[in-house]
């Protein structure tokens, strides 16, 4: 989620925005409607997010929101800065449909 855009208007405004960091690894992002993070370690972009500090309550919802584990996996990654943070990866049971629709779109 970045900050002023979509869901943290309803999700993050009262969390605490610690600033803008790169992932230390490099990974997967493609937008099909929305952004999706791919879990293919080593492959694509050093991918720059929006970090929050965040309640327990408020981490609960955004596993709701983000479907978690079913649809996305939440993982601890470690940023460019030394620190780790969760980040949601597309689930690998959902991948396989995910990017054959992303395949077919650059295709045309």
Not at 32 to 58: A, K, M, R, W
Not at 72 to 96: C, E, L, P
Request: aromatic share 12%.
């Amino acid at each position: 989620m970045k900050k002023g855009f979509g869901n943290y208007l309803s999700d993050l405004q009262n969390a605490t925005y610690l600033g803008r960091v790169t992932t230390l690894k490099k990974y997967r992002l493609v937008i099909v409607g929305y952004p999706c993070l791919l879990p293919f370690n080593g492959e694509g972009h050093q991918i720059v997010v929006d970090l929050f500090e965040i309640d327990t309550s408020t981490l609960i919802k955004i596993d709701a929101l983000e479907e978690h584990p079913r649809v996305y996996q939440r993982k601890k990654i470690t940023m460019s800065n030394g620190a780790s943070a969760w980040i949601y990866f597309r689930n690998v049971d959902h991948q396989s449909s995910y990017l054959k629709t992303y395949t077919d779109q650059t295709k045309t």
